[in-house]
Nanobody, 122 residues
Framework: QVQLVESGGGLVQAGGSLRLSCAAS????????MGWFRQAPGKEREFVAT??????YYADSVKGRFTISRDNTKNTMYLQMNGLKPEDTAVYYC?????????????????WGQGTQVTVSS
């Protein structure tokens, strides 16, 4: 069982930066593939980024602006978001998958956090 708690969201102006954190419980954090998703008002939840061991993969919409990373010694995953745009406004969720891999579909993930709000003003 893994519990995930996101933090670091907030209000930022366009062009600004935020770093989201996802703290995980459990001693086997390092064995899980991890991902970030987001859901804007009135839209479906969408894939943002994923990390498995040192491999990463990004949605085209955030490639070059966002960086996913993890610190297994702290049981924490991060999402560094630079060059934020108003269209990045959403609730951001972290997720953990029991199988290693770069997963882009929600159904590949077994555990989810409650989400953290990111609002980018123009």
């Amino acid at each position: 069982q893994v519990q995930l708690v996101e933090s670091g969201g907030g209000l930022v102006q366009a062009g600004g930066s935020l770093r989201l954190s996802c703290a995980a419980s459990g001693r086997t954090f390092g064995t899980y593939a991890m991902g970030w998703f987001r859901q804007a008002p009135g839209k479906e939840r969408e894939f943002v980024a994923t990390i498995s061991w040192s491999n990463t993969y990004y949605a085209d919409s955030v490639k070059g602006r966002f960086t996913i990373s993890r610190d297994n010694t702290k049981n924490t995953m991060y999402l560094q978001m630079n060059g934020l745009k108003p269209e990045d406004t959403a609730v951001y969720y972290c997720a953990a998958a029991g199988l290693e891999g770069l997963w882009v579909k929600m159904e590949s993930y077994d555990y989810w956090g409650q989400g953290t709000q990111v609002t980018v003003s123009s």
